[in-house]
């Protein structure tokens, strides 16, 4: 991640360091790390390396992985779901959306929004296949929440794969959830 001299002060109270975890965790002194903040002096290139590589350091080891906020049970249908079965699961499990799944392969989405636009053009007796749009992604369980947040302003939901089998798939509630809890 890019940083400026600036931000280390923000950053270093964000995960709750004195200027002396942040200088040992960088092997610089205190004392420099007070200077920067104050911006009394611009360090070396190597000193600023150091700390922004700690920096770095702490940021992947506390952001919250994709293996955290997955929900594990995957409701999803096959290509042939008929749309009465498709309302049927999205209603007994609660969900507004699921993936449209046959075997390991992910064919495509289903939304709410989806199956009403076609029940509100008549298609009562639709099938998945005829309806869904395009797979949503698929990510790896160490993927970061920021990967996760940003795909998901794009697609309804994102699916957790690891070695072709699917672990578990990510919604933007999934998120909340997550960050409320916190």
Excluded: C, W
């Amino acid at each position: 991640m890019a940083y400026e001299l600036k931000d280390i002060k923000d950053i270093r109270k964000k995960f709750g360091l004195t200027q002396i975890d942040l200088a040992k965790k960088s092997g610089v002194s205190q004392s420099l790390i007070a200077k920067i903040e104050a911006g009394r002096l611009d360090p070396t290139y190597n000193k600023a390396k150091k700390i922004f590589e700690a920096l770095d350091e702490l940021t992947q080891t506390k952001e919250i992985k994709a293996e955290e906020i997955m929900t594990h049970k995957v409701v999803s249908v096959g290509r042939e779901s008929g749309v009465h079965e498709i309302i049927k699961k999205m209603r007994k499990y609660a969900i507004s959306q699921m993936p449209v799944i046959e075997g390991d392969k992910i064919l495509g989405v289903l939304s709410e929004a989806i199956v009403l636009d076609a029940l509100m053009k008549g298609k009562k007796e639709i099938k998945a296949k005829e309806i869904m749009q395009d797979a949503p992604p698929t990510i790896g369980k160490n993927a970061s929440i920021t990967i996760v947040s940003s795909l998901l302003k794009f697609y309804p939901m994102v699916i957790v794969v690891e070695q072709g089998k699917i672990l578990g798939v990510i919604t933007k509630s999934d998120i909340i959830r997550k960050v409320y809890k916190s």
